[in-house]
């Protein structure tokens, strides 16, 4: 089989990207602990003042009864519910976020805490962060004219000046 010089080279060119791709998926999943989410829960996002979790005043901060901190946020046009958190460095924290409208994103800038926020599913990471800082939580799927504006702020303290957290009334759905 005859196969034109020329097309041969791009034939290279684009399966050298196929693995330059693959080969950092690869490279960040082992390194850094990048993963797609796993995570399937569903939620009726119309009615999600009226569930216990994401009901306003279960919304934010807590710590369970086994000491692990869970957030729970809210994704709505435009922002996220409570507007300010406050966490400890270097300390797991699972975050469990809905939206009551539209899809979107959410993203903290230099951390690898980052999902979508689908209608009708919970969103659930679990990450630690390591350095003290203020960290923007910026909305990344366009979800209408004020997107650009969907951003709220996250503080990391250092563990030692960490505060504490109410403990939780209710307990996300997970073991
Ligand atoms: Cu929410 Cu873009």
Redesign the pocket.
Known sequence: MHINPLEQKWLYVSFGMVAIFLGSILLTAVTKGVHPPSHIETIDSASLHLTEEFAEDNLGVHQLADGRLQVTLV?A??GFYPNHIELPADTPVTFRLASVD????VHAPMTNMSTMIVPGYVSEITTAFPKPGDYPML??????M??DH?WSKMTVVAKENWHGAPQAKVRGDRS
């Not at 909305?139 to 209408?144: A, D, I, L, Q, R």
């Open positions: 994704a046009r435009y539209v899809m979107h994103g909305c990344n799927e366009y979800c209408g004020g997107h969907m």
